[in-house]
């Protein structure tokens, strides 16, 4: 049984003029444990909102999600969220803190949660930056917060929402290294947002695109048959650029047209 | 990662406190020189006694106790009213920024009588509670009450929403986020509405006590008017000058030791 499964899913936004707006129709797709499912589209296709639906922020105006088969009705510990910002962190804790709070919330004891968030930070590279706040860290280093705060917490999924689109190209590529890197260690099922197809094609095991917004849905699924190692100057990997360009290069063209 | 390059050798200690004093003391002593100056050449009238004079007459008035006392009396009321009403309006505020009814409810007083000023309510406040102390902490509670509900409110409408996602996402209940996520997030918001009340303080605590008052700053002030006493009046206004200042830099160095890291950019 697929962990989580999208049955035609539909959710409209009202308009400051009172208009309901669909932002996405007949969405369905299914994601399997231990997949890392990555879904590219162009800029305001609705893609967060696919997230926001699942994480349980947002609740769909139809059809239904179901996780491990059962309906999503509200956010749980079982979905860990990574976000694209750093507004998400707690300011006034420091790293570790930070990653400590959803042990601290489940009152795990001091000395354990202390220990497990130290295991964590040490995965995400960030060793030795465990007492420092997050406004003295960079942003990579706050995102691998983030990370090594929904990871501590043993979540069934992973939601992450375009988390490396701030950084600078240089972090980025480090930090794809990393999470591909962890995910193989955890194995922890992802589903990871980006409009990057480059990184879609070094992460993902399998890719949604998405059409161009509104009446969004998905376009189609492409399997990554890619193992270990990506590397951008492969043959196979830009094979599978090429695949997934194609596919999203209209649906671009026509939000660039929609909004021009 | 970045590492730290190493930084210049700190100064030593004179040097430190001179870069971090001396534009104050300049600028103190340059106030006092203007002032001198000022009552000396410029307008050479009783009425306008040179900085000397008001300081002889300020260790008279502390040697006969008589300052302290005024001093004291003024204190102890701007503290009591500015306890009390932070206090209360904490709490308000954080309801009425958590809830939309309880804002929907609690809004028209907040915004009608806010502009009532203080000032304007010595009336009613010597009316019904008379001229001792409960109508002046009445009056620093009402001066007090509605910067703090409001900067609360605001604290709490600023919070990204994203914060409150991440504590649902790892499991916090609505009242675990209320206290380990909204309440922190509010408090730089919550000081900065408490300093600006307790320069409102100062303000209706001197008004109360010009208009009905045994002692105090203002009833000092008040009385230098009624006998003539022009030196006390300006060691009353140096003293509320003086005290205004203290106050304001602790409570930014209590800002800054406390919440500095309570920055609500991140």
Redesign the interface.
């Known amino acids: 049984m697929a962990l989580v499964a999208f049955r035609d899913v539909q959710k409209t936004y009202r308009s400051l003029q009172g208009v309901d707006d669909l932002a996405v129709e007949h969405f369905d797709v299914e994601i399997e444990p231990e997949e890392f499912f990555c879904l590219v589209g162009p800029s305001g296709c609705g893609k967060t909102t696919v997230l926001k639906m699942l ?3 947002e609740a769909p105006t139809a059809g239904q999600i179901l996780m491990a088969g059962r309906p999503v009705t ?4 079982d ?3 990574v ?1 694209q ?8 804790l420091t790293a570790v803190e930070n990653v400590e ?2 042990l ?3 009152g795990v004891a001091r000395a354990e949660r202390r220990e497990r968030a130290l295991r964590y930070l040490e995965l995400v590279g960030l060793r030795g930056q465990e007492s420092k ?3 003295e860290l ?1 942003g990579g ?1 706050k995102q691998r917060i ?1 990370i090594a ?2 990871l501590v ?1 043993e979540p069934t999924m992973l ?1 992450m929402d375009e988390p490396f689109a701030a950084l600078d190209a240089q972090t980025r590529s480090l930090m794809q290294a990393e999470l591909a890197t962890i995910w193989r260690t955890t194995r922890t099922t992802v589903l990871f947002i980006t409009h990057d197809i480059d990184e879609a094609v070094t992460l993902g095991t399998r890719i949604g695109v998405m059409r161009a917004g509104p009446r969004s849905q998905l376009k189609g699924v492409i399997e990554v048959a890619l193992n270990g190692a990506r590397s951008r100057t492969d043959d196979v990997f830009l094979t599978y650029y090429k695949q997934v360009y194609e596919m999203i290069r209209d649906e671009v063209a026509k939000s660039l047209a929609r909004t021009a | ?2 590492s730290r390059s190493p930084l210049p050798a700190p100064p030593s200690t004179p040097r430190r406190l001179w870069n971090a004093y001396a534009g104050y003391m300049v600028g103190f002593a340059s106030l006092f020189l203007i002032w001198h100056l000022a009552s000396r050449y410029v307008v050479s009238s009783v009425l306008f006694p040179p900085p000397a004079l008001v300081f002889a007459k300020a260790v008279t008035l502390v040697r006969t106790g008589v300052l302290l006392e005024h001093l004291w009396a003024s204190i102890q009321r701007i503290l009591a009213g500015f306890i009390a009403g932070s206090l209360l309006g904490i709490p308000i505020g954080l309801a009425m920024g958590s809830f939309r009814p309880v804002r929907k409810l609690l809004e028209p007083y907040t915004e009608f009588l806010r502009f009532i000023p203080s000032v304007a309510m010595i009336t009613v406040a010597v009316i019904w509670f008379g001229i001792g102390e409960a109508s002046k902490i009445f009056l620093i509670i009402y001066t007090t009450i509605f910067i703090v509900i409001i900067n609360t409110a605001a604290g709490v409408s600023a919070i ?1 929403p ?2 409150i ?9 609505r009242a ?1 986020i209320f206290f ?2 909204a309440l ?2 509010t ?1 730089p918001y919550i000081l900065t509405g408490m300093r600006l009340a307790m320069a409102n303080s100062f303000t209706t605590i001197v008004a109360a006590e010009l208009i009905a008052a045994n002692e105090g700053l203002g009833k000092m002030l008040w009385d230098g008017r009624m006998f003539m006493l022009v030196d006390d009046i300006f060691v009353s206004l140096v003293t509320l000058g003086l005290l205004g200042f203290v106050v304001d830099r602790m409570f930014r160095w209590s800002i800054y030791t406390f919440a500095g ?6």
């Open positions: 994480a349980g922020f509200g956010p749980s510990r979905r860990g969220v976000f910002g750093d507004d998400s962190l707690y300011g006034w709070f959803g601290r919330m489940r706040y997050p406004a960079s280093m983030q705060r929904a917490n939601l | 990662m970045r990204a994203n914060k996602r991440a504590a649902q996402a790892l499991g916090a209940t675990q380990h996520v922190p997030a408090v890291k309570y920055s609500p950019a991140t």
